[in-house]
Structure formats: C-alpha cells, structure tokens
C-alpha cells in the first residue's frame, strides 16, 4: 500500500473565481489553462464556467 500526499487545498476568493470564468468566456482561455494558472481542479474550473455561463455572475 502507498502512502499518498495530498495536496493543500487553495481557496479563492468569489472574485478571483469571476476572473477565471471571465478569461474562459471572454478571452478565449482554455479550461486547462485556467487550471495551470490557478492551480484548481478541473471540476472547480468546470463549476465556475456553467456558473457564470447561467447566472452571469
């Protein structure tokens, strides 16, 4: 059995969040290189996009 390490969890702020959304709708930005600059995980960057798709933020 392996010992596995996790990683700390990084939290944003909301606004940190609608900057990422933004850069994924308005810039052109992928999901992934979103992921690479903030260091979220794929679902995380994946809920931030549908959220400011539906809402609009």
Same mark, same amino acid.
């Given at each position: 059995?392996?010992?596995?390490? @996790? ?9 940190? /969040? $609608?900057? +990422? !959304?933004? $850069?994924?709708?308005?810039?052109? +930005? ?9 260091? !979220?995980?794929?679902? !995380?960057?994946?809920?931030? /996009?549908?959220?400011?798709? @539906?809402?609009?933020?």
């Amino acid at each position: 059995m392996t010992d596995k390490v @996790r990683k700390e969890r990084t939290k944003f702020t909301p606004d940190q /969040k $609608l900057e +990422y !959304a933004k $850069l994924i709708t308005e810039e052109g +930005y992928t999901s992934k290189q979103i992921m690479e600059i903030s260091g !979220a995980g794929q679902t !995380a960057v994946s809920r931030w /996009k549908k959220k400011f798709i @539906r809402t609009n933020w």
